[in-house]
């Protein structure tokens, strides 16, 4: 035992999970260098089993209807973060007239990051693809120009520039899902790793 | 602004060490990526993230992911073709077989 | 050196405050295995509730026998709003345990058997496994030339300032010179600068001496440096370098 050693305040809030401290920056985390993306060239696709694809350039995401969710984030590394206000495209507005019988998807980065969700995750005004943040641009070191937005999920899930998502038959773990990470990664039941 | 946000493979020492006897910041390792050859302490490793990246200096190909929980190490080396250890000579070896 | 590792619990025997925000702590390890110069040590400290956060730091010197067991130095720089660092400098006491692992690093190492010119390079508390080297040379009776280009932000902000002042004038073959980046000392020569090609280029030694580089500081000032020096003419493998972020 350290004597006085206390540590970052770990919050005993009820409504905070299991095992997460509240912050008030946004700590940066990345697995890699940061991808710069030019708006011009900049596209989201959503690529289904059947190899089918959907396309939305820049222009083509600002033109959908637009919301701006604020919601608590909760990050693997413990922090967490409250009331954090986005602008972005609900994927129930992507996903609408997508013909699909996938039940996962992966979602996949500029730079190469990947993780995995089941897509009803993606469904029912749970997630988004978030451009704008504390109403401005997303900074790049974020994951602008965009990210997927998964708050019910371990912020890992949340890809930081997001390129698309690809509809899967089965469940295929991403970039930190094979090396130990849980598949489904809910902070309330404070699913971090496999077996978990 | 260019990306500092990376240190270098020397700092993979500790934690690999709780896995292996042998100190892998002295061997060397080869990208799949890109086939350079090159010293693991070489390696630019983010460590500000939910594990340890370890990516080639020379093509930012990933070749070491290292996670740590309370009771489990994951260690994902899927994207180095092979490490090449520095072994004592006075130790007896079984030559090819 | 190949066995795996585990922690040791030590205790600290003796402080010194070296700058205002970087403090020495010497601590008594039983059974430290010895190391080399430039390799770390984790330190890990233990809340009442099990709660435990862990950082490396350089080992500033070669190990002294003390009358409880073996002592190793580490100076620790103060990271605002850092979890380690504030306690390890505000309220860690003598005598109070700290778990210890190590050593670690085989790379960023310099070997007493070594007879090259060296070039040390570093930036704020990057010259911590730098001093080790400089202390293990002398300790060794090594007389391998060597240079310590060394900047910081102000005079104050020298780490090991008196030390390094008497061995630049009593250790045989050491040339310690300064870099500073916002404030220099009075009746200094030049304006405050960040380091660069001029100042590495007459620090230095010629690339055709085949020189040990080690850089070690800030990560945008080691690729700097490190930059600077390949530019230069020096093999890549003969400059080895040591990133540190901003984790406290």
Redesign the interface.
Same mark, same amino acid.
């Given at each position: 035992?350290?004597? *006085?050693?206390?540590?970052?305040p $770990?919050s005993a809030e009820p409504a905070l999970p299991p095992g997460q401290y509240l912050t008030q920056d946004f700590? &940066? +985390?990345?697995? *890699? =260098?940061?991808p710069k993306v030019p708006l011009d060239t900049w596209e989201f696709v959503i690529t289904t089993e059947t190899g089918a694809e959907y396309r939305w350039s820049w222009d083509e995401l600002m033109a959908l209807p637009q919301e701006t969710p604020t919601v608590d984030i909760h990050c /693997?590394?413990r922090w967490s973060k409250r009331d954090t206000t986005w602008q972005g495209v609900s994927l129930d507005t992507l996903l609408d007239g997508v013909d699909t019988g996938a039940h996962y998807v992966q979602a996949h980065s500029y730079g190469?990051y990947t993780t995995n969700l089941p897509l009803d995750d993606l469904r029912g005004g749970r997630a988004w693809v978030a451009h704008t943040f504390e109403g401005a641009p997303l900074p790049a070191e974020h994951g602008g120009p965009a990210r997927l937005l998964v708050p019910h999920l371990y912020f890992?899930k949340s890809a930081k520039w997001v390129r698309g998502i690809r509809l899967t038959p089965t469940d295929e773990p991403g970039?930190?899902e094979?090396?130990?990470?849980h598949d489904y990664g809910d902070p309330w039941r404070e699913q971090?790793?496999q077996g978990d | 602004m260019t990306?500092m946000?990376?240190l270098d493979g020397n700092m993979l020492d500790g934690p690999l060490r709780e896995l292996f006897a042998v100190d892998l910041s002295t061997a060397s390792g080869r990208c799949e990526n890109c086939g350079m050859l090159g010293p693991m302490a070489g390696l630019r490793v #983010?460590s500000?993230?939910? *594990?340890l &990246?370890g990516?080639c200096p020379n093509c @930012?190909g990933?070749m070491l $992911?290292? /996670?740590r @929980?309370p009771d489990?190490?994951?260690l994902?080396l899927r994207g180095s073709t092979y490490l090449q250890v520095p072994m004592p000579l006075d130790q007896p070896h079984p030559g090819p077989l | 050196m190949t066995a795996p590792l585990r922690w040791r619990v030590a205790r600290l025997v003796e402080r010194r405050v070296e700058t205002p925000s970087a403090h020495t702590l010497v601590l008594e390890v039983p059974d430290w295995p010895g190391h080399v110069p430039g390799q770390h040590v984790d330190l890990r +400290? !233990?809340?009442?509730?099990g709660?435990q956060?862990a950082r490396s730091y350089s080992v500033a010197g070669p190990v002294v026998d003390g009358t409880g067991g073996p002592r190793i130095e580490v100076t620790v720089q103060r990271v605002p709003d850092g979890?380690v660092s504030p #306690?390890l400098i505000d !309220? #860690?006491?003598e005598g109070? =345990? /700290?778990e210890v692992r190590g050593p670690v690093g085989g790379w960023f190492v310099w070997r007493p058997e070594e007879t090259a010119p060296v070039l040390l390079v570093g930036g704020g508390s990057g010259v911590v496994p730098l001093m080790a080297m400089i202390r293990a040379r002398r300790a060794a009776g090594n007389r391998a030339p060597f240079r310590l280009l060394y900047s910081v932000r102000t005079p104050d902000d020298v780490i090991y300032a008196d030390e390094l002042r008497r061995r630049a004038r009593d250790d045989f073959g050491l040339d310690v010179a300064y870099v500073y980046t916002r404030q220099t000392p009075p009746g200094w020569r030049g304006e405050p600068h960040r380091i660069g090609l001029a100042d590495v280029n007459s620090h230095g030694w010629p690339p055709d001496l085949e020189p040990l580089c080690y850089v070690c500081g800030p990560t945008g000032f080691v690729e700097t440096v490190a930059d600077l020096l390949v530019g230069l003419g020096h093999q890549s493998r003969r400059v080895k370098t040591e990133r540190f972020g901003p984790t406290g």
């Open positions: 035992m350290s004597p *006085g050693f206390q540590g970052r $770990r700590p &940066v +985390l990345s697995a *890699g =260098p940061t /693997v590394t190469g890992w970039f930190w094979t090396a130990g990470y971090r790793y | 990306d946000s990376y #983010y500000h993230a939910p *594990g &990246v990516r @930012s990933v $992911r290292l /996670v @929980s489990r190490a994951w994902d | +400290l !233990t809340a009442e509730d709660y956060a979890e #306690y !309220t #860690y006491a109070d =345990p /700290v």
